[in-house]
């Protein structure tokens, strides 16, 4: 329950310089992605100059997963290295005052030089959201992927097991993905309907460029019976790009939950997306 007084008690502690974690949520589709680009809107893009108005100095931001364009998150993690002291509320409350409507700071607390955003995570969260319905929502259609054709998603969850574990993923990267491996580990994977929600679940220590979204084209596939439920198996051990489904559209997936070792004691910040609870 909110208790306004322990609230303004931790919006006025005093987080010395050194290294600050951030919780960072966002709407994907005004931006080109997370990543700062020359002549285009990027959400790290905005995260830094409203950082550097708070700090007066130049901030390089780095956080746990680079977001393509279109893609948003409800639980994405950066950090920064502060040269002054301030107010948590100043990394809440004003840099949310400061920043576009749909990018928000969920959370601010200091952390040790031995924490790193992107290299301390031990593994990460996607959730992609279907609204399977004949005609499309005119209120979410902003924050979901809209397939009009039926889609059978306990079929989609039994082929999805396939993927569970180690696996080489080159059915599943994107033809420019840079990773040096296309090695990765699903610790789980889940499709699970929610009246006319589809809901696509997956964790990783770690995903290729475009990994959940080409999972999920081909999944949908499976889903309204293009496919057989031994689709995703198949592609595995074919290792080939070519032969799997199209890449599913960027607006319905999100960034949900990134683990970090328990020694860092991060907040805790509700999954989401919309709608949708733990």
Known sequence: MFNQAEQAALDNQIIPPGRVALGVEYMGGNYSGWQRQAHVPSIQQYI????????????????????????????????????????????????????????????????????????SATARQYRYVIYNNPLRSGILNSGLTHVYQPLIATSMHEAAQALVGENDFTSFRASHCQSKTPFRNIHSISVEQHMRYI??????????????????????????GEQSVHYLKDLLELKDRTKASSTAKANGLYLVAVDYPKEFELPMHDMGPLFLTN
């Not at 830094?48 to 780095?62: A, G």
């Not at 409800?74 to 004003?94: C, E, M, N, W």
């Not at 475009?210 to 949908?220: A, K, T």
């Open 48 to 119: 830094e100059q409203c950082l550097e108005t708070i700090l007066r100095h130049k901030v390089d931001v780095v956080c746990a997963g680079r977001t393509d364009a279109g893609v948003s998150a409800t639980s994405q993690i950066i950090h920064f290295d502060s040269q002054v002291a301030r107010p948590l509320k100043a990394y809440t409350r004003g840099m949310n005052s400061n920043l576009p409507n749909d990018i928000g700071i969920t959370w601010a607390k200091p952390v040790s030089d031995e924490f790193h955003a992107r290299y």
């Open 199 to 224: 809901v696509v679940q997956v964790k990783a220590n770690a995903f290729l460029h475009h990994m959940v979204r080409n999972i999920v084209g081909s999944l949908i596939d499976v889903g309204s």
